[in-house]
């Protein structure tokens, strides 16, 4: 169970310090998606270099990267990538309840 937590822990970690946060139920107009993609139309998938968002229905959920720690696109969309994969780990192990006892 400490193994979970602290993958957990660590995924977050990586995530915040990554300069990433997420978008949940954000409504996003014509506008301001014209600013970021450029394409004056109502997109299911906002996707450039600054994140991706997905729309379902009028709401918009997803992740952005705001430069707070780190400037870096390189090192900010590794550490997503790592924290995603860590948190999925750690949903795995409480799922299946292997918590990496040698038993």
């Known amino acids: 169970m400490i193994v979970t937590i602290i993958l957990a822990v660590t995924g977050w970690a990586l995530f915040y310090f990554g300069s990433w946060?997420?978008?949940?139920?954000?409504k996003i107009n014509l506008f301001l998606q014209y600013l970021s993609t450029g394409k004056l139309k109502q997109q299911n998938v906002i996707l450039d270099g600054d994140g991706f968002l997905f729309r379902i229905n009028s709401k918009?959920?997803?992740v952005v990267k705001d430069g707070h720690f780190f400037d870096s696109p390189?090192?900010?969309?590794?550490?997503?990538i790592l924290s995603i994969g860590l948190f999925i780990w750690a949903i795995e192990m409480l799922l299946t309840g292997d918590f990496g006892n040698d038993d």
């Open 60 to 62: 918009y959920f997803g």
């Open 21 to 26: 946060h997420l978008i949940l139920g954000k």
């Open 74 to 80: 390189m090192i900010q969309w590794m550490m997503l």
